[in-house]
C-alpha cells in the first residue's frame, strides 16, 4: 500500500517559485513513475508531468518552460518546482503515481493534496 | 477549456442507472485507453475505471465502462446517495509529446 504526502508553503508571491515535496512510504521508489496533477479551486484537473527514478521525466507542454520535476531516492521524497507562478497557478496540488511495470493502469495512489495559494 | 468533453452536470434518483458521456478525439480516447475517476468533496480523485472498462479492485461492479471511436461512456446503475460526486475522464494524448488529459469533470447528483 502505497502513501504520498505533499508538503510545502501554502502560499507563494507571484513571479516567485512554487516548490513541493511528495514523501513516499510503502512503496519502492523504483516501481513507480512518480507524478504531479493540480486543481484550481472550484475547476478540473491538470497533468503537470512524472518523473522516474532514474531521472527521465515528461511534462504536459503547456507547464514545460517552468516546470522541473526531481526525485530523491535516498528520501524516498520527489519533488515540484513551478516558476514565475501567477494567481493562475493557485491549486490543490496532489501527488500521484503510475506502476513502473504498468502505466495503463491508471492513477491508483493520491496523496491528499496541498492547497498553495499564489498572492502577495 | 479541456481536452476531454465532459457535460457540466449529470443527476438520478436512487436505484436508477446514469451515464455520463467523454469526447476527444484520435490522439487520445481514439488511440489510447480510457480512466474514469471519481472525486468526492473535499477529497483525492479515486480511480474508478482503467483500461476502459476494468475495475481495480474494491471498485463496485454497479461502475463500468465503454469505449466507442473517439468517445467513452461511464454508467452507474443502481445509484446511491453516496455516488454524489465530481467524475472525470481521462486519457493519455499523443498529440504532442504524451501527455495525461482529464475532462472538465461531471457533477452528479442524486435526487
Known amino acids: 500500500q502505497v502513501q504520498l504526502q505533499e508538503s510545502g508553503p501554502g502560499l507563494v508571491k507571484p513571479s516567485e517559485t512554487l516548490s513541493l515535496t511528495c514523501t513516499v512510504s510503502?512503496?519502492?521508489?523504483?516501481?513507480?513513475?512518480w507524478s504531479w496533477i493540480r486543481q484550481p479551486p472550484g475547476k478540473g484537473l491538470e497533468w503537470i508531468g512524472y518523473?522516474?527514478?532514474?531521472?527521465?521525466?515528461n511534462y504536459n507542454p503547456s507547464l514545460k518552460s517552468r516546470v522541473t520535476i526531481s526525485v530523491d531516492t535516498s528520501k524516498n521524497q520527489f519533488s515540484l518546482k513551478l516558476s514565475s507562478v501567477t494567481a493562475a497557478d493557485t491549486a490543490v496540488y496532489y501527488c500521484?503515481?503510475?506502476?513502473?511495470?504498468?502505466?495503463?493502469?491508471?492513477?491508483?495512489?493520491w496523496g491528499q493534496g496541498t492547497l498553495v495559494t499564489v498572492s502577495s | 477549456q479541456s481536452v476531454l468533453t465532459q457535460p457540466p452536470s449529470a443527476s438520478g434518483t436512487p436505484g436508477q442507472r446514469v451515464t455520463i458521456s467523454c469526447s476527444g478525439s484520435?490522439?487520445?480516447?481514439?488511440?489510447?485507453?480510457v480512466y474514469w475517476y471519481q472525486q468526492l468533496p473535499g477529497t483525492a480523485p479515486k480511480l474508478l475505471i482503467y483500461r476502459n472498462n476494468q475495475r481495480p479492485s474494491g471498485v463496485p461492479d454497479r461502475f463500468s465502462g465503454s469505449k466507442s471511436g473517439t468517445s467513452a461512456s461511464l454508467a452507474i446503475s443502481g445509484l446511491r446517495s453516496e455516488d454524489e460526486a465530481d467524475y472525470y475522464c481521462?486519457?493519455?494524448?499523443?498529440?504532442?509529446?504524451?501527455?495525461?488529459?482529464f475532462g472538465g469533470g461531471t457533477k452528479l447528483t442524486v435526487l
Open positions: 518523473i522516474y527514478y532514474s531521472g527521465s521525466t
Open positions: 500521484a503515481s503510475l506502476p513502473y511495470y504498468d502505466i495503463l493502469t491508471g492513477y491508483y495512489y
Open positions: 481521462a486519457a493519455w494524448d499523443d498529440s504532442l509529446s504524451p501527455r495525461y488529459v
Open positions: 484520435s490522439s487520445n480516447i481514439g488511440s489510447n485507453y
Open positions: 510503502g512503496g519502492s521508489i523504483s516501481s513507480y513513475y
